[in-house]
């Protein structure tokens, strides 16, 4: 275990908003996680740390910042069809994705590139073209910050939704401690590869094989998001809202161009990008924040902003949006 205290978190989240925690504490061995939440000693205040990859800072955390830096990917269970894996929470996600191309094991391919680590993975219900978390995992092993035991959670128990999940509720957050996830995949190809523009990509190769689909994923998926490491930004800062059938043919008939998905109950999902985008807010900028040029669902940094500049320019556009649309757009961001 390392504890540093009244430590920069800069380097922990992909905005680089430069805030400090009162204590930050990495722990290799979840076992720690015990003597951590002693009851004589437990922190008042505390926040999981994964990537840092959906993170907004806007102030100093006056309490202990925990990551984990736990590793391993082992076989959990097999059969002639289907394996489990365990994989440990501080692994990177995409490593992961990456080991299961390399072992010919499908199922995970469409959330390459996806930035984070394993076990943040399951709180948000991480998900792209077509494939959401709650389709590989099988359970997820937690510590319980209130009763210091480990559990484990079924699919089921983990009430998974669209970019939501049990840890969300307002009763749970702080209480669960992902160390592991187990995921099962299958030994035979399943691809879906009708979402987005995944399709036109997966043509341009020789073959639709786990590299390949792998490949494409990656290269629509850099065609349209900024590398954090150049241009800091958290991905998609919003979440893709859900309107009703009725209020979606309402919109169209002004807006025939709105891009829709159906869902179930009567409903349809609608683009968030799309939306900023026809409020024309693509590379809009406000101080040293902006709209990303190629993706208007990413906001940027040019590496001054603060958390504040960001969230004024958050703050921005889901006012343009509502005052368009009448539609709330719900940041998928954690703001802090």
Not at 190 to 208: A, M, P
Not at 274 to 294: E, P, T, W
């Amino acid at each position: 275990m390392k504890t540093k205290q009244n430590s920069s978190l800069k380097s922990y989240n992909t905005f680089a908003i430069e805030a400090k925690a009162m204590q930050f504490i990495e722990i290799e061995d979840v076992s720690e996680l015990v003597s951590i939440f002693d009851y004589e000693q437990r922190p008042e205040k505390f926040f999981l740390i994964g990537g840092g990859s959906n993170l907004l800072f806007t102030k100093d955390f006056d309490g202990s910042v925990i990551k984990l830096n736990n590793k391993g990917i082992d076989l959990f269970f097999e059969t002639d069809e289907h394996v489990i894996l365990r994989v440990q929470a501080g692994e990177i996600w995409d490593d992961f994705v990456n080991y299961c191309v390399e072992n010919n094991l499908y199922g995970v391919e469409n959330l390459s590139l996806i930035p984070g680590t394993v076990g943040a993975a399951p709180v948000q219900n991480i998900g792209a073209y077509g494939v959401e978390l709650k389709d590989i995992l099988y359970s997820c092993t937690v510590f319980d910050t209130e009763t210091s035991n480990f559990q484990t959670f079924t699919n089921e128990e983990c009430e998974f939704g669209y970019r939501w999940s049990m840890f969300k509720k307002s009763e749970n957050l702080g209480r669960y401690i992902i160390t592991s996830v187990q995921f099962i995949l299958s030994k035979q190809a399943d691809f879906k590869l009708d979402y987005g523009n995944l399709q036109d990509e997966i043509s341009k190769f020789e073959e639709v094989s786990l590299k390949s689909v792998r490949q494409a994923v990656i290269q629509v998926r850099q065609s349209k998001l900024p590398d954090p490491t150049e241009l800091p930004n958290a991905g998609s800062f919003f979440k893709n809202p859900t309107i009703s059938t009725a209020k979606f043919q309402e919109l169209k008939a002004s807006t025939p161009n709105l891009i829709g998905y159906p869902q179930q109950a009567d409903t349809m999902k609608l683009a968030a990008g799309q939306l900023i985008d026809l409020c024309g807010l693509k590379s809009y900028k406000l101080g040293n924040a902006a709209v990303h040029d190629r993706q208007a669902l990413v906001l940027i940094s040019n590496g001054l902003a603060t958390g504040q500049d960001i969230l004024n320019l958050a703050k921005h556009v889901q006012a343009r949006v509502f005052e368009k649309f009448c539609i709330n757009l719900e940041p998928e961001v954690n703001i802090l």
